[in-house]
């Protein structure tokens, strides 16, 4: 069963434009929202993460908008640049601390 | 960041042969690993979590007999593929965690590119 799941599968955005990941869980108990980006041949990186009693985190240009309400949680990258064009994925961690990842979103910023 | 080595980065064999992918904390100690299997333009599946001194934790579907995982240290994990086949054929990844917190991040390697041929 799929416990997050992911949106859009793929996007393309200008330069300079935001770029809006949307994910969505089931399970109330997860603690811990990661979104990790990855590039092609390489193991996945964290970008930036959140808990459930935070709505919004920011670092840089990237922002976590997180709607526990709803069990909604996005990623805003602002002024996107070609560097950013990657492969992003949102995570889930439980008591169990296991990670559970979104099914990816591949991010192509043109120049 | 935490640095997690994983060697080799990539390896092609036999079909038949085994293969062993090592897994390293460089500059914290693992109480945990976690072995991920990624197939061409689709997410991580994780496979197996090991606790330093413990046996495994397979995730469903795994065959904990094909996969072996040894998690002798608190820096060392290891993945032995055995009897590899063309459907084996994927790109493995570790990932480290030194503790249980919530929010504790979990490190990942660079991944290996097993092709079996």
């Known amino acids: 069963q799929q416990q997050v799941k992911q949106s859009p599968q793929s996007l393309i955005v200008q330069k300079g434009g935001i770029s809006i990941i949307n994910c969505a869980y089931e399970?109330?108990?997860?603690?811990?929202f990661p979104w990790y980006q990855q590039f092609p041949g390489k193991g996945p990186a964290l970008l930036i993460a959140?808990?459930?009693?935070?709505s919004e985190k920011k670092e840089g240009r990237f922002t976590i908008s997180f709607n526990k309400s709803a069990k909604q949680f996005s990623l805003h990258i602002m002024d996107s640049q070609p560097g950013d064009s990657a492969t992003y994925f949102c995570?889930?961690?439980?008591?169990?601390?296991?990670?559970?990842f979104g099914s990816g979103t591949q991010l192509t910023v043109l120049p | 960041g935490a640095v997690v080595s994983q060697h080799p980065s990539w390896v092609i064999c036999k079909s038949g042969t085994s293969v062993k992918i090592e897994c390293r904390s460089l500059?914290?100690?693992?109480?945990?690993m976690f072995w991920y299997r990624q197939f061409p333009k689709q997410s991580l599946m994780l496979m197996a979590t090991?606790?330093?001194?413990?046996?495994?934790?397979?995730e469903q579907g795994v065959e904990k007999d094909k996969f072996l995982i040894n998690h002798a240290s608190l820096t060392l994990s290891t993945l032995t593929v055995t009897s590899a086949h063309p459907e084996d054929s994927s790109f493995y990844i570790c990932?480290?965690?030194?503790?249980?917190?919530?929010?504790?991040?979990?490190?990942f390697g660079q991944g290996t590119r097993l092709t079996v041929v």
């Open positions: 990932s480290a965690r030194s503790g249980a917190r919530a929010g504790t991040e979990a490190f």
């Open positions: 399970n109330t108990a997860f603690d811990y």
């Open positions: 959140i808990r459930p009693d935070v």
């Open positions: 995570g889930t961690v439980g008591s169990a601390r296991q990670l559970t």
């Open positions: 500059d914290f100690q693992a109480t945990t």
């Open positions: 090991s606790n330093e001194g413990s046996k495994a934790t397979y």
